[in-house]
């Protein structure tokens, strides 16, 4: 009977402590929902839009305008532009709830901040059709800005985020065109073409007959694997070259709707290169093929393109070097 009673009062003393359980949590939650929501009412914004669906801004005379098409950012002078849609999105989301570090009620007229000559001008429209124009005027010493709703005399001082994220000429708002992401230990078939000869390598992968280090080791050959003979002394020049290809990025683009007639003013009619290669990625192997054409005026890099590619990109001239010199070494 004792041990019944024991084990009615154990069962008692859980559910009461479950109950103040549920009971803290409970008050924890509420008491955190209810500072977060006092800090976000102690906060100011200038702008209040959801669901942005144009963004357009000043840089040095020129006015940028970009316009959201089925989820996807558009140049509006060219929807060709290839925008790089994480900095706009990210100019839209600052804009449409513009946090202000004060407000500067009772304020000087704006002259005094610099806005009645803005610097920058940014302009926000949301879904419904409702716009906010900011205008952005002096600086200040710790880096932030003023700022005003053009047609309000109310100004706000801000921190620099707007002015850094819209800061760029159209050149800053350009995505890039990607290489494959990988590495030199990927790539497993290389082949060079130039001054009218070709060079192909292939990596081979073999067991050890010593397995105390590593299971498998690596060997390149050249034009074959079926022949010893082929096979390179050293492996040292072939994974530099591997790793030299794998590590190639785009500097510039030049033009990103190039047309084959175009191609030869960046000598890529006739290139003065080829670089291919295989690599294996994800148990997938794919092929990636690179056009070297001309250097640029200024000799830095080459002009490039990717195979079925409207971009002529340029990448850096000691990059590209490294990978075309690599038969001196083998």
């Not at 932030?144 to 620099?160: D, F, H, K, M, R």
């Not at 002394?233 to 190039?258: F, H, T």
């Not at 990448?315 to 038969?327: G, H």
């Amino acid at each position: 009977m004792k041990k019944k009673k024991g084990m009615i009062y154990s069962a008692c003393a859980l559910i009461l402590l479950c109950a103040l359980y549920v009971g803290v949590n409970f008050y924890l939650t509420g008491s955190e929902k209810k500072e977060n929501e006092k800090k976000e009412a102690d906060i100011t914004y200038m702008t209040d839009l959801s669901e942005i669906q144009a963004v357009s801004y000043d840089n040095n005379g020129q006015e940028l305008s970009f316009t959201k098409k089925e989820g996807v950012w558009k140049y509006d002078s060219d929807d060709r532009f290839p925008v790089k849609q994480t900095q706009i999105e990210a100019m839209a989301s600052t804009a449409s709830k513009l946090e202000a570090l004060r407000k500067l009620e009772g304020a000087d007229a704006l002259s005094a901040y610099g806005l009645d000559k803005p610097i920058r001008k940014v302009e926000v429209t949301a879904g419904d059709g409702k716009k906010s124009v900011i205008l952005l005027g002096n600086g200040t010493e710790d880096g932030n800005y003023y700022a005003v709703i053009q047609g309000e005399n109310t100004p706000y001082l801000i921190s620099s985020s707007l002015f850094s994220e819209t800061e760029g000429g159209l050149n800053e708002v350009m995505a890039l065109e990607e290489f494959p992401a990988i590495q030199g230990t990927d790539i497993k078939i290389i082949t060079i073409t130039q001054n009218g000869t070709t060079s192909h390598y292939l990596k081979k992968v073999v067991d050890k007959a010593d397995k105390s280090d590593k299971d498998e080791t690596v060997e390149w050959y050249k034009d074959s694997v079926d022949s010893e003979s082929n096979k390179l002394k050293e492996n040292s020049p072939l994974n530099v070259l591997a790793d030299s290809i794998s590590g190639l990025k785009v500097k510039s683009c030049a033009d990103y709707k190039a047309e084959e007639s175009q191609l030869g003013g960046y000598g890529l009619e006739k290139p003065l290169a080829e670089i291919n290669y295989t690599y294996e990625k994800n148990g997938k192997e794919e092929t990636f093929h690179l056009s070297i054409g001309s250097l640029n005026q200024d000799s830095t890099a080459y002009y490039t393109r990717t195979e079925g590619s409207s971009y002529i990109n340029e990448i850096d001239k000691a990059s590209v070097d490294k990978c075309l010199n690599v038969d001196k070494q083998v």
